[in-house]
Structure formats: C-alpha cells, structure tokens
C-alpha cells in the first residue's frame, strides 16, 4: 500500500513523512482540513507533534486534497484505539510478537489458533504495516494473562523471531 502512494510524495520528503505519519495515525482529511475521527485538528499542533513546520503540513494537505487517489484514501482513514496500555488495569494479557519476516502469511493465526485452543479469548489483534513501519509488531491483547507454558508454544510458533509478554 504504501509504495503505491509514496510516489507521489517522492520529490518532497516531508510530505512524504508527514503523510506515512498521518497513516500510521489513522487522521484523515476532509474538506482540506485534518481530522482524528470527527475531531478536526490544527496545522500547528500537528506540526508540533510531527516535529516539522505548520506549512509543510498544510501543503501536505493540499497535495492529498488535490490528488484524487490519494484524496480517495486519506478521506477513509479511522484511528484505532489499541489496548496494549490499559490491559493491565483490565487485568488481561498482551503478547507482543517480533516476526522473522513481517511479510510471511500466517504468523497471527498461528499464534491465535496456540491461544484459542487453551481456551483463552483475544480481544484485540493489532498488526503493523511492515511496508510504513520499521520494526512491525503484532500485538495481541487477550481476556486473562497467558500462562506461562504457553510461551515457549507462543514463541516456536511460525515466522516468530521473538516475543515480550505484558
């Protein structure tokens, strides 16, 4: 996904950056404004956030505004809400999976089906694009802790290079 929309972001590096950042936040763009969900955002604070200039923001969404594949996508953007920090107070589990290679198939049903079979719920499964994030993870937040004989399970398990229990 991401190569097919950097091209049009490859002779302006902070735009580039800016967009892939507005990706991985799920902020979309709507009437050439910046949006988190329905709450609309400021240049300003946005830049201050991305550690850039409010301008290069605001031509950054002009381009995407102006650029109807791009303007397609980033009107469609949600931005998630992951568990993994407030699992604790919930008193539920987070395994957090270092893949071998983020792009080998089947690394989350694997490690799933290892979980479902010990009868544990997942409440939440949250994958990084590899193709936007250096080092992706997968996280996967369940409804109790993970019992400790399942780790070495968790952690032989397909395309698993490492993993961190929370």
Known sequence: MWKDLSKYFKNYPKRKIIA???????????????????????????????????????VTIKTISNTPQLAEI???????????????????????????????????????????????SIRQAIVDDFEFTEEPRLFIITEKQIPSELIPKIRNAKGVKGLLIY
């Not at 709450?39 to 923001?57: G, P, V």
């Not at 699992?87 to 198939?105: N, R």
């Not at 690394?107 to 009868?119: G, K, P, T």
């Open 20 to 58: 892939q950042k507005m990706l991985e936040y799920g902020l979309k763009i709507k009437d050439n404004k910046l949006y988190c969900g329905e709450i609309e955002l400021s240049d300003s604070k946005i830049a201050r956030a991305f550690d850039t200039d409010r301008r290069a923001i605001a």
């Open 74 to 120: 980033f009107s469609k953007l949600r931005p998630t809400c992951h568990l993994k920090d407030v699992a604790s107070d919930f008193k539920w589990g987070v395994i957090e999976i270092i893949p071998k290679d983020p792009s080998l198939p089947g690394i989350l049903a694997e490690v799933a089906s290892i979980i479902s079979i010990n009868n544990i």
